[in-house]
């Protein structure tokens, strides 16, 4: 009877392992406030934005992470420009490489004869709210030119 009773609470207890585990997941990495799809580089012949808006507080912290997929050879330097308007004025430029990360999840890179395949989610950048407003973040991401590049996924991600 006892054994009937624990069994029959084995998916409670996983439930609760599992919201405690994200809960966790998000106090560490972050929740996820908005996604930019640029899968796609921007040339000057087509420009590819992707834009979101958000109301956030003074002192919040949102943190840049890259999502990426992508297959190349020999050398694909990219580039995630971000433009942030306060209140629909022109506030701050931000550039990074999304290969250059301080925090790296689900990385997954090989290298056959300088053929290359990598895929990773990894933290880039960082800033901090000076004021309470409105936010609009536009994005592009650029590239050397390398037509050998195969975007599979290339998603900026913010976060709270």
């Known amino acids: 009877m006892k054994f009937t009773l624990f069994l029959k609470g084995l998916p409670v207890m996983a439930a609760l392992i599992a919201t405690t585990s994200l809960t966790a997941c998000d106090a560490l990495l972050g929740k996820e406030v908005a ?9 000057p ?13 003074k002192d919040d912290v949102i943190t840049f992470w890259s999502e990426m997929d992508m297959a190349y050879h020999g050398q694909a330097p990219l580039r995630f420009q971000v433009q942030v308007l306060q209140n ?21 890179r090989t290298d056959v004869n300088g053929s290359i395949n ?25 590239a050397a030119n390398n037509p050998t590049l195969n975007l599979r996924k290339a998603h900026l991600v913010l976060k709270k």
């Open 35 to 43: 996604r930019l799809p640029l899968n796609a580089v921007s040339t």
């Open 45 to 57: 012949e087509r420009e590819v934005v992707k834009e979101a808006t958000l109301t956030l507080q």
């Open 118 to 142: 990598w895929s990773f989610t990894g933290k880039n950048a960082t800033l901090t709210i000076p004021q309470t407003a409105s936010y609009t973040f536009k994005a592009r991401l650029v």
């Open 88 to 108: 629909a004025k022109p506030f701050q430029q931000l550039e990074f490489d999304p290969t250059e990360k301080n925090v790296s999840l689900k990385e997954v």
